[in-house]
């Protein structure tokens, strides 16, 4: 399995922008369809965004459709989600996980995922 480490969390305002990173290693990083989930205090993990092995494909929960971007660059074994326009309720933990190309299950339930990184934590201020 792939080891996931997360960066780029912080505090910023409403309206502001963040990229988090997610580092891999371990196994062949393009071998996995990688995902961001986020949980706020009180609140189910929820699914964010998920792209496939091979970087063809994107899904974005409807919470952060047209704000948060992902990519992924697999020389460099790491994922991407750039988030814009941030807004109070994006505040949360966020997380990466990861999933064999081959998994089956749904992208957006995070059991089908399984590999974790620690989180990072993103706060926004109103």
């Known amino acids: 399995q792939v080891q996931l480490v997360e960066s780029g969390g912080g505090l910023v305002q409403a309206g502001d922008s963040l990229r988090l990173s997610c580092a891999a290693s371990g196994r062949t990083f393009s071998n996995y369809t990688m995902g961001w989930f986020r949980q706020a205090p009180g609140k189910e993990r929820e699914f964010v965004v998920v792209?496939?092995?091979?970087?063809?494909?994107?899904y974005y929960a409807d919470s952060v459709k047209g704000r948060f971007t992902i990519s992924r660059d697999n020389a460099k074994n790491t994922v991407y989600l750039q988030m814009n326009s941030l807004k109070p309720d994006d505040t949360a933990v966020y997380y990466c996980?990861?999933?064999?190309?081959?998994?089956?299950?749904?992208?957006?339930?995070?059991?089908?995922?399984?590999?974790w990184g620690q989180g990072t934590q993103v706060t926004v201020s109103s």
């Open positions: 996980a990861a999933r064999y190309y081959s998994g089956t299950g749904s992208y957006y339930d995070p059991r089908y995922y399984n590999t």
């Open positions: 792209i496939t092995w091979s970087g063809g494909s994107t």
